[in-house]
């Protein structure tokens, strides 16, 4: 098949679940022997506007970002060209959209109407909006804050109908997309993320690598890698680690990623005094992410909102780290599975450090206890989450599309 895949994010730089999902199938459909390409923005890291990436072409269009209605003109106007450039010289099969914008000027042609067409739902856009962009205080402000929510809302609502079916990861997200848009269950697909075994596993000498990383060998290690946005919840775990330290000698919480919250996060362990007890070590490269996560005795995820899955619990897990989680979207449904009892009563900063602490102790006093449980983090996640089950069931639907 022809597929081209309709996004608005990048596979070069893998930095976050979206991108993630899209290379990840992009790539795997590419050694299946099919023609893939990736319609996205240019990104200001980018050096070309094209670029060949594990078999897969991705080609990128040129944006005005100086305001949000330039932005969304110069989207609609140079995705649409550019689409149309690729269809007339590769003749698609199908359309997989992934992100609402890039969508949204394909289906302004003419040329993507006889098309067949899946939607990916990672979250819904007008919600991660509202997320990242607290509501402003000024009248005028807060009505064009609330004119992009309303952009989006309908933006995504016109893809999402144009599409025959709609992938979600989670039933999470296949709930919302019920309840919000009244989208039948019937035409919603829920398949669960994946992650690559052969990238994350565990090891036997943890100790080499906290060598390597500098890390206090004798320390029970915590770790979260995470976009430093709000919805992330990291001050909540910030707020719990003071009590955590106060119950767990020789601990560390290492908090991986980049992000607009990044010096609020770090002033704010300031006035806790957890400077020795947090490191901020920044994006963590591709290539070094394993090994933080090999190093680690426990993998937190402090999400307060929006987590439509949470890939970042399965990588650890296979590398063989137990995951602490909030009740929070797709992670309940992936840890309900795992164990209950890794799951927080709520996102609040007490119930975070009670059961971190918890945790902490009981594995600190039966060694061969965390030995057993990371065995069962890994057979877990090869008895029920891969990319090749993720990928052959969305070539199914794409077959099916095209057929």
Not at 80 to 99: G, R, T, V
Not at 237 to 251: G, P, Y
Request: charged letters at 25%; glycine letters at 4%; a neutral charge.
């Amino acid at each position: 098949m022809n597929i081209i895949f309709a996004a608005d994010v990048s596979i070069a730089h893998v930095i976050g679940g979206a991108e993630r999902v899209l290379y990840e199938q992009s790539a795997r459909l590419a050694l299946k022997g099919h023609h893939v390409h990736v319609l996205t923005r240019k990104l200001p890291e980018h050096m070309s506007a094209q670029e060949t990436i594990q078999g897969v072409h991705e080609w990128r269009y040129e944006t005005d970002c100086q305001n949000a209605l330039s932005f969304l003109k110069s989207t609609a106007l140079n995705a649409q060209i550019l689409f149309e450039d690729l269809q007339q010289k590769y003749s698609f099969d199908c359309i997989n959209f992934h992100q609402p914008f890039s969508a949204y000027a394909i289906l302004r042609s003419r040329l993507s109407r006889s098309i067949r067409k899946v939607y990916t739902c990672h979250s819904l856009s007008f919600e991660e909006y509202r997320s990242r962009n607290p509501q402003p205080q000024s009248m005028t402000e807060r009505a064009t804050f609330k004119a992009n929510v309303q952009g989006r809302k309908r933006i995504e609502k016109k893809t999402l109908d144009s599409s025959e079916k709609i992938i979600t990861l989670s039933a999470f997200t296949k709930d919302k997309l019920c309840n919000t848009y009244g989208i039948s269950t019937d035409k919603i697909v829920v398949i669960p993320g994946g992650v690559d075994l052969e990238r994350f596993f565990p090891v036997a000498d943890r100790m080499r690598i906290r060598k390597l990383f500098d890390m206090p060998d004798d320390h029970t290690i915590l770790f979260t890698v995470r976009n430093l946005v709000p919805r992330m919840g990291l001050e909540h775990l910030i707020h719990a680690m003071k009590e955590v330290v106060q119950k767990v000698d020789n601990i560390s919480l290492l908090v991986g990623g980049s992000g607009p919250l990044k010096d609020e996060l770090i002033d704010l362990t300031r006035k806790l005094g957890l400077e020795n007890y947090i490191r901020f070590v920044g994006f963590i490269p591709e290539d070094d992410l394993p090994d933080y996560y090999r190093a680690s005795d426990l993998f937190i995820l402090p999400t307060i909102e929006l987590e439509g899955f949470g890939l970042v619990t399965l990588e650890a897990l296979a590398s063989g780290v137990p995951v602490l989680g909030t009740p929070v979207g797709g992670t309940m449904e992936i840890l309900t599975k795992f164990d209950q009892s890794y799951i927080f009563r709520s996102s609040a900063a007490e119930d975070m450090s009670d059961l971190i602490s918890e945790t902490c102790l009981r594995f600190r006093e039966n060694p061969k206890l965390w030995e057993r449980t990371s065995k069962y983090c890994r057979r877990f996640v090869e008895q029920n989450y891969s990319w090749r089950h993720n990928v052959d069931w969305l070539e199914k639907i794409l077959q099916a599309c095209h057929s």
